[in-house]
């Protein structure tokens, strides 16, 4: 079993900037070898990926967010970051932490992100 825990969320202005951690404990499980995620999903809409980092650290983006945010992994801390910039009202939404480990897919509880003057 795997449990992770996103902290970070906030409400900000537009151009702000917020920073999310995901920390992943658990008895059995290798973190440095879990692909890890981002996802968020706004009030109506669908689920989406926001930002994925594999175990080697190779990343990519939805296209809503490319050049805006960054994710970012420490091994050593068991913890997967996202850096949003340049933060839009669209942003807004609650923002799930995944990992994958043995198959198995794992999902944090949210945290909420709300971009509004």
């Known amino acids: 079993q795997v449990q992770l825990v996103e902290s970070g969320g906030g409400l900000v202005q537009p151009g702000g900037s917020l920073r999310l951690s995901c920390r992943a404990s658990g008895s059995i499980f290798n973190f440095y070898s879990m692909p890890m995620a981002w996802y968020r999903r706004a009030p109506g809409k669908q689920r989406e990926l926001v930002a994925r980092?594999?175990?080697?650290?190779?990343?990519n983006y939805g296209d809503s967010v490319k050049g805006r945010f960054t994710i970012s992994r420490d091994n050593a801390k068991n913890t997967v970051y996202l850096q949003m910039n340049s933060l839009k009202p669209e942003d807004t939404a609650v923002y799930y932490c995944?990992?994958?480990?043995?198959?198995?897919?794992?999902w944090g509880q949210g945290t909420q992100v709300t971009v509004s003057s």
């Open positions: 980092i594999t175990s080697a650290s190779s990343t």
């Open positions: 995944h990992g994958q480990n043995l198959g198995v897919d794992y």
